[in-house]
Every structure is written in structure tokens, then in C-alpha cells.
């Protein structure tokens, strides 16, 4: 495995592949601290342990296609409110994949003169 340039990625929800993407960002996990320092503490210092991770919302935006299943598919999930399986399939060269699950929770779509119509849906990861 090697780096690898960004073009091959692909987006899967629900078994079906999102098209016209041009860009996926989020997938951020953060973990929380928790403060138990108590009366005993004789250092001055706060003590701290860790806490419940959380994988932040995941974007994907792109240019909208009328015949996309996977668009058809992230709308349709947004109406339904189903949390479902979901990949990020990262190029052969760096043999990746990212598993999730997540529901879709915005669609928007982006209409401006001398442009491509584009859509932006976001996933609230749910879990692991």
C-alpha cells in the first residue's frame, strides 16, 4: 500500500454507490475528558481520564445526477430517518476501507448561473 491520489474514491450507503462526488469530508473522532480530580489531590493538577468517543458528521458533496441511485437513496434516507451500513472505498493503492453506520440527517442542493448544479448530504455516524 502506498499514498495515492484521491480520484477512485467512492461512497457506499445502504449497498448502493453515491455518484458525482467530488468530496467527502469528516470522519473525525474525538474522545471527551473526564474530571475526577477530588479533595485528595495533593499535585495541584486536574486529574482526568478518558471518556466517550464520537465520530463527527460526514459530508459529501458533488454535482447533482437525476439518474444517481445513491442520490435517489441518500434523499430517501433523510426522509426515513434508518440508520444503515455505510463505506468510504478508498483507491487500490492505499486498500483502505472505512465501515460505518450513520444516518442521513441534510440534503441541500446548490443552483447558482455559470455552474454546475451541485448537491451536499451530511451523515450523523452513529457508533464505532
Known sequence: MSKSNSI??????????????????GIEITAETLDVTDFDNSSGYREKIPGCKEVGDLTGSGFMDGDNAGQEECYDLLDSGEIVDCEIIFPAKIGKTWSFEASVTGFKTNIEIGDAVGFEVTFAVSGK
Do not use: A, M, P, R
Open 8 to 25: 477512485g474514491t467512492k461512497l457506499k450507503v445502504n449497498g448502493v454507490f453515491v455518484g458525482g462526488l467530488n468530496s467527502i469530508n
